[in-house]
Each structure stands twice: as C-alpha cells, then as structure tokens.
C-alpha cells in the first residue's frame, strides 16, 4: 500500500511540473510575441522627394513643413503623438505642423472624433486636418498611423519614418532626433526610420 500511495504521489508531482513548465513556456511565449509585435514596424511605400503638387496641403514658404499622418482608432499612435508634442515644444517656432487623420468614404462625422484626434488638437500651433479616402496619404506615400514626413521650404523631403522607437513607447528615438537635428540645420544621423503603427486603410480616391 506504501508503494501505491508513494507511486500516486509521483504522478501528481510529475502533473503538477509538467503543468508549471508549460504554462512557464507559454507566458515566456506570449512575452516574446508581445516583443515581436511591438519592434515590428509597419509597412512603408516610396513617399516623393519632393511636395506632391496635387496636394492641398499647405506648404510653408516661411520654414519647414512637419505632416504625421495618423489612424484616428490607432492606440499606438498616442505615443506618437507625445513625441510631436516635445518637437513642437522645442522647435515650434521654426516649423509648421500638421497632423492628418485618416476618414474613410461614407464615414459618419463621429467616427473621426476620436481621443486621438482631440489630443492632436491640443498641441499648441498644430493644425488637425481629415483625409477623406486617404487622398493626401496616397499622395505622399504614407501607409503607417505615425509617419512623418518633414519638408523644407523648397518642397524638397528631408525626412521620412516614425518617432518612436516600437509601437506605443515613448521616449528618446532616432527619428525625433532626426527631425529636430533638421529643424536646428544640424546634420540629422538618419533620413529614415521605421514606422510603428497601425495601417491606414488607403481607399479609392473619391470626389
């Protein structure tokens, strides 16, 4: 009988490991796949070297032209936006800037107001504007909620890609670095970074 209860209390044991190295193996799994996901930028198009003239956005012949083009449903561009909000900051003074949200053909007037969409709003000097049918992220090649496209006043782009760092984190990063070493005629150590966002949907251009 000692030998059964003994052999019982093995296999409970043996259950009770084999339960904790897989459930050990499945949260180090997830961690991993939140890690993958969150380095993981989105996809990028070719954006022009130089300002769509189709485009009616405004380009600034006074200084450079700053344009994010952001998602109004996407979580991680709140991150981005609090990077826009610490260049607007400092270099506000040398820069126009625009934050373009994406509002799809035949959406209602409240599915673009958005907590996003107000946050933008809130930043001193910056302008939010609505993209019906994705027409001006077409046109300059945005694909990613958070890419920021920054152009000199000649039109010519000096730079392209996202200013954070993964998606949803903020803190120091190669592109906001970038774009204030431009706006400060210093040489930035990029022209490019990735872009970590959701899609913006580019629909079927419609007037």
């Known amino acids: 009988m000692r030998f059964l209860a003994g052999s019982?209390?093995?296999?409970r044991n043996a259950t009770r490991l084999t339960l904790i190295i897989l459930w050990l193996g499945m949260s180090c799994g997830g961690l991993a796949l939140l890690a993958w996901y969150d380095r993981s930028p989105g996809t990028h198009q070719s954006t022009p070297s130089q300002w769509p003239v189709e485009s009616?956005?405004?380009?600034s012949e006074r200084g450079a032209?700053?344009?994010?083009?952001a998602h109004p449903h996407?979580?991680?561009t709140r991150a981005s936006?609090?990077?826009?909000e610490k260049i607007v900051a400092r270099c506000g003074s040398t820069v126009t800037t625009s934050v373009v949200f994406l509002k799809p053909v035949g959406s209602d007037d409240s599915w673009d107001r958005t907590d996003l969409v107000q946050t933008a709003a809130k930043i001193p000097g910056v302008q939010v504007m609505h993209d019906r049918g994705g027409a001006e992220a077409r046109r300059f090649g945005a694909t990613?909620?958070?890419?920021?496209?920054l152009f000199n006043s000649q039109g010519q782009l000096l730079f392209d890609g996202g200013i954070t760092e993964a998606r949803g984190h903020s803190g120091d990063n190669a592109g906001r670095s970038a774009i204030e070493a431009c706006l400060a005629n210093r040489a930035?150590?990029?022209?490019q970074t990735p872009?970590?966002?959701c899609p913006i949907a580019l629909t079927p251009q419609q007037d």
């Open 8 to 11: 019982a209390d093995l296999r």
């Open 56 to 59: 009616s956005l405004h380009l």
């Open 65 to 69: 032209t700053l344009i994010v083009f």
């Open 74 to 76: 996407c979580p991680c």
């Open 81 to 84: 936006l609090g990077e826009l």
């Open 144 to 149: 990613t909620s958070g890419q920021a496209l």
């Open 188 to 191: 930035p150590a990029c022209l």
């Open 195 to 197: 872009v970590f966002g």
